[in-house]
């Protein structure tokens, strides 16, 4: 099986930064696309940013210039640094990714159970 585990959620004042990480284990072949989603109360779940195996990133117009995503292909990990918050970044944070197992030919897309990030005063 493959499993996505995120850390790094938490609470913080307005302005303040946070780095979450997503690990992915398993019998992984090969990962594309890696992203992170958030999903507010009483919202639909939207991404907030994307990295493809070779470093290209995009992100929602929301979080630009204030979020960075990066990942490690050699350690099947996904990052994303979070600054200068502001009230309406308060989520659920989820880690994706587009995954082919060892033994497949297809991929699948594989999701981590979600990290809170609340940003408060």
């Known amino acids: 099986q493959v499993q996505l585990v995120e850390s790094g959620g938490d609470l913080v004042q307005p302005g303040g930064s946070l780095r979450l990480s997503c690990a992915a284990s398993?019998?992984?072949?090969?990962?594309?696309?890696m992203g992170w989603y958030r999903q507010a109360p009483g919202k639909q779940r939207e991404l907030v940013a994307r990295i493809t195996s070779g470093g290209i990133a995009n992100y929602a117009d929301s979080v630009k210039g204030r979020f960075t995503i990066s990942r490690d292909n050699a350690k099947n990990t996904v990052s994303l640094q979070m600054n200068s918050l502001k009230f309406e970044d308060t989520a659920v944070y989820s880690c994706n990714a587009n995954i082919r197992r060892l033994g497949s030919s297809i991929t699948a897309d594989y999701w981590g159970q979600g990290t809170q990030v609340t940003v408060s005063s």
């Open positions: 398993g019998r992984i072949a090969s990962i594309n696309v």
